[in-house]
């Protein structure tokens, strides 16, 4: 009984060090504290951490970890977008907003 009450103080240690870098090397841990930074200012910013875009590329999918704080899944599946030329899609709003204002639209009918 004590021995498992002492296995699991010196698990949790090893976790909890290993988590905050103190048994890194010091060239390691200048990196690790670059990247604490970098990140930090990443999600002041909204944007995604490094964290974020690695599961992101291996997952291929859209993920963030601060989803779990929202009770949201981590990975949602990427929106695709079509892939229209410039042309095609202001072709497209130039139907759907003659459609919906009876508007005529001419392009180069101007002297100037």
């Known amino acids: ?11 949790f240690g090893l976790i909890f060090l290993s988590i905050t870098s103190c048994s890194l090397p ?11 930074g970098i990140d930090g200012i990443l999600m002041i910013q909204g944007e995604k951490t490094t964290n974020d875009r ?4 291996v997952t291929e999918k859209d993920c963030r970890m601060d989803r779990i704080l929202n009770n949201k899944e981590v ?7 079509p892939s229209n030329s410039k042309a095609q899609t202001l072709e497209e709003l130039r139907h759907t907003l003659q459609e919906q204002d ?7 009918t ?3």
């Open 1 to 11: 009984m004590i021995f498992a009450k002492i296995h699991k103080t010196v698990l």
């Open 26 to 36: 010091p060239a390691l841990s200048v990196i690790n504290n670059l990247k604490t």
């Open 54 to 57: 690695a599961l992101s590329s």
């Open 75 to 81: 990975c949602k599946d990427k929106q695709r977008i």
């Open 102 to 108: 009876g508007v005529t639209w001419e392009y180069g």
């Open 110 to 112: 101007h002297s100037w």
